[in-house]
């Protein structure tokens, strides 16, 4: 089983930063690739950034220029730098990992944008 942890959500102005970390733990192989989601109020679950074992990255179009994905091998741990936030980022943000063709999520962070 793997474990992910999230943390770092909260409350923060419009054009203010966040920066969530996912920490996972159980059993993890060395080729893996993590993520950040997230859904709002009445909508879809949806990609924000993902990153390779390799440390390719990608971004949804709307977080792109203001977000940034990144990773700490040694610490199986993964994080997602918020800049410049607006309050359509308003949403439930969650970690995921997935390897060996399996997928797993974390709990979920709460990220609020508003002034």
């Known amino acids: 089983q793997v474990q992910l942890v999230e943390s770092g959500g909260g409350l923060v102005q419009p054009g203010g930063s966040l920066r969530l970390s996912c920490a996972a733990s159980g059993n993890i192989s060395s080729i893996y690739a993590m993520g950040w989601y997230r859904q709002a109020p009445g909508k879809q679950r949806e990609l924000v950034a993902g990153i390779t074992s390799t440390g390719r990255t990608n971004y949804a179009d709307p977080v792109k220029g203001r977000f940034t994905i990144s990773r700490d091998n040694a610490k199986n741990t993964v994080y997602l730098q918020m800049n410049s936030l607006k309050p359509e980022d308003t949403a439930v943000y969650y970690c995921?990992?997935?390897?060996?063709?399996?997928?797993?999520w974390g709990q979920g962070t709460q990220v609020t944008v508003s002034s």
């Open positions: 995921n990992l997935v390897q060996r063709g399996r997928g797993y």
